[in-house]
């Protein structure tokens, strides 16, 4: 019997060419977004989802799942709670 992994599901907001897609995406303990997105698996899978115009004005689909092609992906960044490190930038 399979075992169900341990993870959380994190929000995020995907760009690609033409919209901006709004959901959540599971990940295991052990690994990081990043990880996620090099891994050998073809799509992400993105549940809870919104499709938005790229202005962000537009909703232009909500569902329950989505399978994102990762060859679209152009920018990916964390949402919400799981934003808390701002980048931080010294002058030397």
């Known amino acids: ?29 052990d690994k990081r977004l990043s990880d996620c997105l090099n891994d050998a698996t073809r799509f992400l899978s993105v549940t809870d989802v919104k499709i938005l115009s790229l202005d962000a004005i537009d909703t232009l689909w909500e569902g329950t799942y989505l399978a994102v092609n990762k060859s679209a992906v152009n920018v990916i960044r964390l949402l919400g709670d799981h934003d808390v490190e701002k980048p931080t930038f010294e002058v030397g």
């Not at 169900?4 to 599971?26: C, L, M, N, S, Y």
């Open 1 to 29: 019997m399979a075992t169900i992994p341990e993870g959380a599901r994190i929000d995020v907001e995907i760009w690609t060419d033409t919209q901006r897609i709004h959901g959540k995406v599971f990940v295991p303990h």
